[in-house]
């Protein structure tokens, strides 16, 4: 992936199409007005530290993760599953998702650390943030039995920690879409590391729901967004550090 060079030009371009891409973008049910502000930002850090294939890869998970979002909406709503604000996200949204990607793509930007290596754990950060929103839309409406991670126990529906089949699939299809988006767009580009980002998305997933399990009821700071915050990180992280031995450092 060829990387932007960073000077003032760059910088204005992502600020200037970031601001009108928002501004037209303001009518589509994907965000809060709060949140397309907080988008906005988003992209252009994304654009100016990684050019226009990273800002494109986010706007794709955003995008397939509010049409997962809507998949049988009504009847999530029915049984008080549904998100709020009729699945539109907020600023908490926005960086509970991408907050580790940005961090990342500011290391790039400042041309510290490997950006191949780098590269992997951005990838990887959001394959697991698309495997959880794919797993917990479609594993709340579509699942047929829900248990407890930690226990089996049988638990409803939307319960901290629950998993099932369908949603666990619907999680490892989330995270292999995501790495193809990053591959498509060069992001990431060899056989191995394609690998590791769709196992990593799936591995932290579950992880996640461990962490649902074990603590978000006892932990009253321990909210959706930190615990989204906290699944992109750690998958980032795990990401890098199966690639390091495995030679993709570049």
């Not at 252009?44 to 530290?49: A, D, F, K, P, R």
């Not at 615990?227 to 199966?242: C, E, P, S």
Request: with cysteine.
């Amino acid at each position: 992936m060829v990387l932007p060079d960073q000077n003032i030009t760059m910088w204005g371009i992502a600020l200037l199409l970031n601001g009108l891409l928002i501004a037209m973008a303001q009518r589509l049910p994907l965000l809060t007005s709060r949140g397309w502000v907080h988008a906005g930002i988003l992209g252009t850090i994304l654009w100016g530290c990684l050019g226009w294939r990273g800002w494109v890869a986010v706007v794709i998970y955003l995008v397939l993760g509010s049409m997962v979002t809507r998949l049988g909406f009504a009847q999530k709503q029915k049984q008080g599953l549904a998100e709020a604000r009729g699945g539109r996200r907020g600023p908490a949204n926005v960086w509970g998702s991408a907050l580790t990607g940005t961090v990342i793509a500011l290391l790039i930007g400042a041309g510290l650390g490997s950006p191949t290596l780098l590269l992997i754990g951005f990838a990887a950060s959001f394959a697991a943030k698309l495997a959880d929103t794919f797993g917990s839309e479609i594993g709340k409406r579509w699942g047929r039995t829900t248990v407890l991670i930690t226990s089996l126990r049988r638990v409803p529906a939307g319960t901290e920690g629950a998993v099932s089949l369908e949603g666990t699939l619907a999680s490892a299809a989330g995270s292999l879409l995501m790495m193809l988006v990053m591959a498509g767009l060069s992001i990431v580009t060899s056989p191995t590391a394609m690998l590791v980002v769709a196992l990593v998305g799936l591995i932290a997933t579950l992880l996640e729901s461990l962490l649902g399990a074990l603590a978000q009821e006892r932990v009253t700071w321990l909210t959706n967004e930190i615990v989204n915050g906290l699944q992109t990180a750690w998958a980032a992280v795990l990401a890098m550090l199966i690639a390091l031995p495995l030679g993709l450092a570049g």
